[in-house]
């Protein structure tokens, strides 16, 4: 090992002083921790080595020097913790304890968030907020501030969604096995979540899709599949309280209403189950016994209700009458956002 460079301690002190107080990033990492500590004890012992070598008769006028050493030690120790420790201290990101929303079915609510921006929560949705950065087990509608060097940040399952500011909807819930991501106003930047088994995955610089306005985008396993030109109002609806279905099989329309209802309704039949089914449901303004006689008058069907549970069954029943398709809300019936439901 070679030796170290001789230093002295005046010459040493003024080169702390001076990474202390230097903008210069380059003499900073260059400090020798261990140095400083080694250097702040030779000062001390040097001098108690100093006064005992000497007679008694000059212990007196070695007391001084020995006081100036010690308190340059102390002072250049001060000057470390205040000029390089605690500013780097300082600049460490805060660490902000998470906050969890939940919402239960049949009720939606809206979260501020401390940026400006605010999240609509659908029903049967668990949110997680860290700063700028959400977790989402469900469905969420975002309009967020305009923030040029703070990105949000929404996290589903195996997606990931940046924005700068934009109106946007994501939704996974945790039965579902795809991430959907509407956007209706501005871009967001999409990156699909690298799963482990992905061999080649941490060689690679994760890459983003952008999406603009009114794109509906689907993040599945394989990949992401982008679809342009939407009508997103079929998709985000529920934030105004409508439920939009345009041939959507039974078994996928029961789940949605089960959640906006608050409510359990069951096609035990199979066959029954995968039939198509289009309509529109202002959840406020409809009670659901209406709905599930238009369901039933559509495909033939009939409910009954078992308990605190509706059952959706083949065949027809002639002891209720049966509105007609034409009675279900028109676009001009459509309740304003205050009369939604969960409000």
Known sequence: MEPREQTSPEDFERHVVRALFDDDEQVVPALDYERIDAWAQAVVVQSQDSTSARQPSNSRSSWPGLQQRTLGALFAAALLLLGVVLPRYLRQ??????????????????VRLADGSSVMMAPGTTMT??????????????????HQKRPFIV?????????????????????EGASRIVVEDGKVALRKVARRMDSDAGDRAPSFSVLVAHTVAVVTDS???ISRGVQTRDVTGWTNGILVFNNIALRDVLTELNRAYGVTIQAPDSALSHQSVTLEVAVADQPITQVLDFIGEALGAHYGKHGDRYVLVP?????????????????????????????
């Open 223 to 225: 990949g992401i599949s």
């Open 129 to 146: 907020v860290v700063d700028d950065s959400i977790d989402v087990i469900g469905e969420v509608y975002c309009t967020v501030a305009s």
């Open 155 to 175: 996290h589903t399952k195996n997606a990931v969604v940046r924005v700068l500011g934009t109106r946007f909807a994501v939704r996974r819930y945790a039965t």
């Open 315 to 343: 065949g027809r029943t002639a002891a209720r009458g049966l509105p007609r398709r034409q009675e279900m809300p028109k676009q001009d019936q459509i309740p304003q956002p205050e009369k939604a439901y969960g409000k």
């Open 93 to 110: 990101p805060r660490v902000h304890l998470p906050q969890r929303y939940q919402t239960a079915l049949g009720q939606r609510s809206t």
